[in-house]
């Protein structure tokens, strides 16, 4: 790779960093369009690796690149929701099966102190302290690709969940469910604490789910 092509790699990454926290933070509406030119000037480079970062968004499922239209931010689709929340507790449980056994006191009281803040946190950092929380508790499992593949689903399910937080009251109901993981973690009792991850993300995400597509009906 020659400099000028990886310095427009690097452009396209810093690009897509700032405009995924935008889209997933609620600062970028679905629907909104993304002008290349106004993108460009914001982040002071040309057009090409702001087509590069809407490209990677687009692989993400963040963007839509429409035709005769340009790029927009993807709508909220509850389709695309359900299989993020299946894929969620698929790889989640997976994840912490594997972490439990090798989950240490100190690894749980970083979780906890965690959970402490989330509790007293704005809606705003509602998502990522509760991704922080949750890869807090998987990260024992030694998974390199397994806890990627979960932080990435965290990622596409962040504007998902505020909009949970926002319209269901949700914020309340997943900080006792967080505790309850907690506890059940301290006791290294790894039934209950599969059981309660499991609801924990299919209770959300059928609720979720509802929501949207009553929206969309």
Same mark, same amino acid.
């Given at each position: !790779?020659?400099?000028?092509?990886?310095?427009?790699?690097?452009?396209?990454?810093?690009?897509?960093?700032?405009?995924?926290?935008?889209?997933?933070?609620?600062?970028?509406?679905? #629907?909104?369009?993304?002008?290349? &030119?106004?993108?460009?000037?914001?982040? #002071?480079?040309?057009?090409? *690796?702001?087509?590069?970062?809407?490209?990677?968004?687009?692989?993400?499922?963040?963007?839509?690149? !429409?035709?005769?239209? +340009?790029?927009?931010?993807?709508?909220? =689709?509850?389709? $695309?929701?359900?299989?993020?929340?299946?894929?969620? +507790?698929?790889?989640?449980?997976?994840?912490?099966?594997?972490?439990?056994? &090798?989950?240490?006191?100190?690894?749980?009281?970083?979780?906890?102190?965690?959970?402490?803040?989330?509790? /007293?946190?704005?809606?705003? $950092?509602? #998502?990522?302290?509760?991704?922080?929380?949750? !890869?807090?508790?998987?990260? *024992?499992?030694?998974?390199?690709?397994?806890?990627?593949?979960?932080?990435?689903?965290?990622?596409?399910? =962040?504007?998902? !969940?505020?909009?949970?937080?926002?319209?269901?009251?949700?914020?309340?109901?997943?900080?006792?469910? /967080?505790?309850?993981?907690?506890?059940?973690?301290?006791?290294? =009792?790894?039934?209950?604490?599969?059981?309660?991850?499991?609801?924990?993300?299919?209770?959300?995400?059928?609720?979720?789910?509802?929501?949207?597509?009553?929206?969309?009906?």
């Amino acid at each position: !790779m020659d400099q000028a092509t990886e310095k427009r790699g690097e452009q396209a990454e810093r690009i897509a960093a700032g405009l995924r926290w935008e889209i997933v933070s609620g600062g970028l509406a679905a #629907g909104a369009a993304l002008r290349q &030119e106004k993108i460009a000037d914001s982040y #002071g480079t040309s057009r090409m *690796p702001v087509r590069d970062a809407l490209r990677l968004l687009e692989a993400e499922g963040l963007v839509q690149m !429409m035709p005769n239209r +340009g790029a927009i931010v993807a709508p909220l =689709d509850a389709g $695309e929701f359900q299989e993020i929340y299946e894929m969620r +507790g698929a790889a989640e449980g997976l994840a912490l099966k594997l972490s439990i056994p &090798e989950l240490t006191n100190r690894q749980i009281e970083r979780a906890g102190a965690i959970h402490e803040q989330a509790e /007293h946190a704005s809606i705003k $950092e509602f #998502g990522a302290l509760n991704k922080a929380f949750h !890869m807090t508790l998987y990260e *024992p499992c030694a998974r390199p690709r397994l806890l990627a593949h979960i932080s990435g689903l965290n990622d596409l399910a =962040d504007r998902y !969940m505020r909009l949970a937080a926002l319209q269901l009251d949700y914020v309340r109901q997943s900080h006792a469910e /967080h505790q309850a993981l907690l506890d059940a973690c301290r006791r290294r =009792d790894e039934a209950a604490a599969l059981a309660i991850l499991s609801a924990h993300i299919a209770d959300a995400g059928q609720a979720l789910h509802k929501l949207l597509s009553a929206k969309i009906a």
